[in-house]
């Protein structure tokens, strides 16, 4: 099975642009979650699309959207780049427990991420 | 505050030695999944544990998940220079909750030196 896939892998912005990042998920996995890494706060919640429909969402500002599509792969959206944006987003998908119609845990299979400088 | 600790952040030690890193939390966890980083890519899952007590081994790497369920630990013996980076443990607050349920560590840093 092919894994998380994340483009672009790299991307350089101005402060003030947007930028749209894309995550393709394992098949068969219909939940997507994002997060963004940095060195001082590590790995921060962002939210969770699941059946095209938010679900989950961490305590970041508008600026920062998402949406998924019928085939599960899902983007995300930054606007009006600030310096502190700077970081690796991270995709993951994971198996839902609808999809496995018991009380799980929730294991996130994780992309290589994209890289975003904003300058 | 951060609600998972991972100690230490950084280590760094010869090959063939053995390590504990550590995963502390006054909260009560569902389940408790490690994973590996390496640079340039996303974490990759080692193992999740779900029961207090529970220990599981992934051939040099053992993983204890604390009696009350708020702690673990990740034991590597004869560690070698492809175990280095970083490792992160994800606490899970309630079983199945979803994404905003899973709460990361900082990770700690590990570097294997030949």
């Known amino acids: 099975k092919a894994g998380v896939t994340q483009t672009p892998r790299y991307l350089i912005k101005t402060r003030g642009q947007q930028v749209t990042l894309s995550c393709s998920p394992i098949?068969?996995?219909?939940?997507v979650s994002w997060y963004q890494q940095t060195p001082g706060q590590g790995l921060q919640f962002l939210f969770e699309?699941?059946?095209?429909?938010?679900?989950n969402k961490g305590n970041f500002p508008g600026r920062f959207s998402g949406r998924q599509f019928s085939n599960s792969r899902s983007e995300m959206n930054v606007s009006t780049l600030e310096l502190g944006d700077s970081a690796l987003y991270l995709c993951?998908?994971?198996?839902?427990?609808?999809?496995?119609?018991?009380?799980?845990?929730?294991?996130?299979?994780f992309g290589p991420g994209t890289r975003l400088t904003v300058t | 505050t951060q609600l998972l600790e991972q100690s230490p952040q950084f280590l760094s030690i010869q090959e063939g030695e053995n390590l504990t890193v550590y995963c502390n939390s006054s909260?009560?966890?569902?389940?408790l999944q490690w994973y590996r980083q390496e640079p340039g890519e996303g974490p990759v899952l080692l193992v999740t544990?779900?029961?207090?007590?529970e220990v599981k081994k992934l051939k040099r790497l053992t993983f204890q998940f604390g009696d009350a369920r708020k702690d673990s630990s990740l034991h590597i013996t004869a560690a070698q220079p492809g175990d280095t980076g970083l490792y992160l443990c994800?606490?899970?607050?309630?079983?199945?909750?979803?994404?905003?349920?899973?709460?990361f560590g900082k990770g700690t840093h590990l570097i294997i030196q030949p």
């Open positions: 993951a998908s994971s198996f839902s427990i609808r999809d496995r119609g018991q009380v799980d845990t929730y294991e996130q299979y």
């Open positions: 098949s068969g996995h219909r939940s």
């Open positions: 699309y699941f059946s095209e429909t938010q679900r």
């Open positions: 909260s009560v966890f569902s389940s």
């Open positions: 544990v779900v029961t207090g007590g």
């Open positions: 994800a606490g899970e607050m309630y079983s199945g909750g979803g994404a905003d349920g899973l709460t």
